[in-house]
């Protein structure tokens, strides 16, 4: 079984729609949770940390459920801009270690 | 945010031959650095934690003598690709951490290797 999953879409979303994507992982010891954005060929960049209380940051809203294990990334009001590759991110074994990566769910949105 | 730079961004080289990717932190100190690795359609796959003044830790799988890890000053990781193949031809990212909070892990823009 993968660490991350996720389902790799794309999804395809009109604009202004509201789109949400999951994301499991398997080790019930992992320390913290991301949303990292990639463009194509780019590097990532961070979209939001996620706790458990869930949190917020303008059109987007991430939710950690820890007894289920999974993540969850909310859009709403989806922009053009929006349309990327969304990386679940997570930090396995805590303090200063390097993240593993989901392979990503493709974002398209359509004019 | 702060700034992480790669470089070259894009190396052509041929079969055999060694390839060096510099990563810098330009606007802070970072005592760890991260390489990953990305293959079309895949995720960043990490390969090794490099930390300033000591050897670096490889994930897994990883082969520490054909992937060298120098990382000599706060602001500078090297990663030499040596005796470079074909399926060594991939996207190389670097990260930094600044501080102690994991949030703050910033990424390179990254380096495209093409090995022929």
């Known amino acids: 079984r993968k660490e991350v999953e996720q389902d790799p879409g794309p999804f395809n979303v009109p604009e202004g729609a509201t789109v949400a994507f999951n994301c499991t992982y398997s080790n019930s010891a992992s320390q913290s949770f991301f949303w990292y954005r990639q463009d194509c060929r780019k590097e990532p960049k961070l979209l939001m940390s996620?706790?458990?209380s869930g949190n917020e940051d303008g059109r987007f809203t991430a939710q950690l459920n820890r007894a289920s294990q999974y993540i969850s990334l909310l859009i709403r009001d989806s922009k053009l801009s929006d349309s990327a590759t969304y990386l679940c991110v997570v930090n396995i074994r805590g303090g200063a270690d390097g993240l593993t990566f989901g392979k990503g769910t493709h974002l398209i949105i359509q004019p | 945010g702060a700034v992480v730079s790669q470089h070259p961004s894009r190396v052509i080289c041929k079969s055999g031959t060694s390839v060096k990717i510099e990563c810098r932190s330009l606007d802070f100190q970072a005592t760890t650095m991260f390489w990953y690795r990305q293959f079309p359609k895949k995720s960043l796959m990490l390969m090794a934690t490099?930390?300033?003044?000591?050897?670096?830790?490889?994930e897994q799988g990883v082969e520490k003598d054909k992937f060298l890890i120098n990382h000599a000053s706060l602001t500078l990781s090297t990663l030499t690709v040596t005796s470079a193949h074909p399926e060594d031809s991939s996207f190389y990212i670097c990260?930094?951490?600044?501080?102690?909070?994991?949030?703050?892990?910033?990424f390179g823009p990254g380096t495209r290797l093409t090995v022929t």
């Open positions: 996620v706790y458990s």
């Open positions: 990260s930094a951490r600044e501080g102690a909070s994991v949030d703050e892990q910033y």
């Open positions: 490099s930390n300033e003044g000591s050897k670096a830790t490889y």
